[in-house]
């Protein structure tokens, strides 16, 4: 997430605000209701604690605690361990810190985590918390690889808890007027989207600040390989972990990932079919072993709510030219662009009279056979059919002072307290854009296409 993307809420209460406008409807037509749960009490705290305070993790812990007066941040687990003494500093001299998330998940007074982790522990963290009965927001990839999607999925449905995965731009207003876009035909058929996320600078492509007191003793190296290849101690890998295929999911899963889950938004696609990429490790030779150029086409079949399109993604982490990162939808009537503080619908239609002259074969007939053609033409389209209609643009901005990622969270907290699993980016719905995403490494490492069933969720064998 760019936090100077949005300019923060100053307090909870507008978060709240929004919600209740509506901005935050639900991507599917109806709620699970979990059985038998205890809901939380308006007058109770919900407790909560962040198992990873990296980055993301501090930008996750604050937008949840913006998102819902009623949260308390009561423990916090990192393998680092300034980043315990940092949060004490940050959050309070009082929160309970580890090493080991067991130990907060062993406690009973905690009623949800935030797991901001490396990717490789996404799935494992998951399962033991939805096991220890705790309610779940993981972020984005929601797994690692893709044959771990399906476990995590039965494990929350088994637990009948709450979970959240963190693609939190689906929350911005701006998604769900291009949800209501497309659903009244306002493009016409959809029949290509593309989407460019490029960058230029060190940090960009993830060479993360090494506090000079990295080590053995300070990092808990061991633990944090977990099921990972044994390999000695390294504090690029450890600080940097998203260069590396052991830990993280390269530019696709970190990039890839929030365009796929907008345009399953706001199109109800449930993915694609066929997946390939092509890439390179161009510029950024600094022992990663993820490419930083990577451009990947997915197939997306014909489904009862769309026609057949294309998508084509492309990172560039050694862009030195212009970088204008957009996401377009395209369809037959028009399109609709999303730009940094809302979209843009652009609605063109063809006449129905397909015209003749210029730059046509019209002038290559013989002088009779060009007045026999335009008689003929004159007789099927008459006049009113020979003009389009006057191309439109509509701009829709987003609400001022508008918090997606408290939004985020804040349609997570809202379900957790009224005992149901139907948040906007529920497991289901974050597997099938994580798989696609896997699939584009995949493809890409394997230098071959891989085909996906998006209805069972599951690859294809072709």
């Known amino acids: 997430m760019n936090p100077n993307r949005r300019t923060f809420l100053k307090n909870a209460s507008a978060a709240s605000a929004l919600l209740a406008t509506g901005s935050l409807a639900a991507a599917r037509p109806s709620f699970s209701y979990i059985k038998d749960l205890k809901k939380v009490s308006p007058n109770d705290k919900i407790r909560i604690a962040t198992i990873g305070m990296g980055i993301q993790g501090n930008y996750d812990t604050k937008a949840a605690l913006r998102a819902a007066p009623d949260a308390e941040l009561v423990a916090v687990a990192d393998l680092y361990d300034g980043r315990l003494t940092r949060t004490k500093e940050t959050f309070g001299k009082d929160i309970f810190t580890t090493r080991d998330y067991r130990e907060i998940l062993a406690r009973p007074d905690i009623d949800a985590v935030l797991i901001v982790t490396s990717d490789h522990w996404h799935d494992h963290i998951t399962k033991d918390a939805l096991k220890a009965g705790k309610h779940v927001y993981c972020e984005k990839p929601m797994v690692h690889h893709i044959d771990e999607g399906l476990s995590v999925i039965d494990a929350w449905k088994k637990s009948g808890k709450t979970m959240q995965v963190g693609s939190q731009r689906i929350s911005n207003a701006a998604y769900l007027e291009a949800k209501k876009m497309i659903a009244a035909g306002d493009i016409g058929a959809i029949n290509y989207v593309e989407s460019n996320n490029d960058r230029f600078?060190?940090?960009?492509?993830?060479?993360?600040?090494?506090?000079?007191?990295?080590?053995?003793?300070?990092?808990?190296?061991?633990?944090?390989?977990?099921?990972?290849?044994?390999?000695?101690?390294?504090?690029?890998?450890?600080?940097?972990?998203?260069?590396?295929?052991?830990?993280?999911?390269?530019?696709?899963?970190?990039?890839?990932?929030?365009?796929?889950?907008?345009?399953?938004?706001?199109?109800?696609?449930?993915?694609?079919?066929?997946?390939?990429?092509?890439?390179?490790?161009?510029?950024?030779?600094?022992?990663?072993?993820?490419?930083?150029?990577?451009?990947?086409?997915?197939?997306?079949?014909?489904?009862?709510?769309?026609?057949?399109?294309?998508?084509?993604?492309?990172?560039?982490?050694?862009?030195?030219?212009?970088?204008?990162n957009n996401t377009r939808i395209i369809g037959t009537e028009g399109q609709i662009e999303f730009e940094n503080n809302g979209i843009v619908l652009t609605k063109k239609k063809l006449p129905i009279a397909p015209g003749y002259g210029n730059y046509d074969s019209y002038f290559t007939f013989p002088e009779e056979v060009q007045k026999e053609f335009a008689k003929n033409y004159d007789a099927q389209y008459p006049p009113e059919t020979r003009k389009a209609e006057p191309a439109k643009e509509v701009k829709f901005n987003d609400p001022e002072k508008e918090d997606e990622h408290a939004l985020h969270f804040a349609n997570f907290f809202d379900n957790l307290r009224k005992g149901s699993q139907g948040t906007i980016e529920d497991p289901i719905f974050a597997f099938r854009a994580a798989a696609p995403v896997l699939a584009c490494n995949e493809s890409y490492f394997d230098q071959k296409t891989v085909y996906w069933d998006p209805v069972a969720m599951k690859k294809v064998k072709k």
């Open 201 to 324: 600078g060190s940090i960009g492509a993830w060479n993360y600040s090494i506090p000079p007191d990295a080590s053995p003793q300070t990092c808990d190296w061991d633990r944090f390989l977990g099921d990972a290849p044994k390999v000695p101690f390294d504090a690029k890998r450890f600080f940097r972990w998203r260069n590396y295929r052991d830990y993280g999911t390269g530019v696709a899963g970190d990039l890839f990932v929030h365009l796929i889950t907008g345009v399953h938004y706001v199109t109800g696609s449930l993915g694609p079919q066929r997946i390939f990429s092509s890439g390179e490790l161009s510029y950024w030779k600094d022992g990663r072993d993820v490419p930083d150029v990577l451009v990947s086409i997915l197939e997306y079949p014909k489904t009862d709510i769309h026609e057949k399109f294309q998508m084509v993604l492309r990172v560039n982490f050694a862009n030195a030219g212009a970088i204008k």
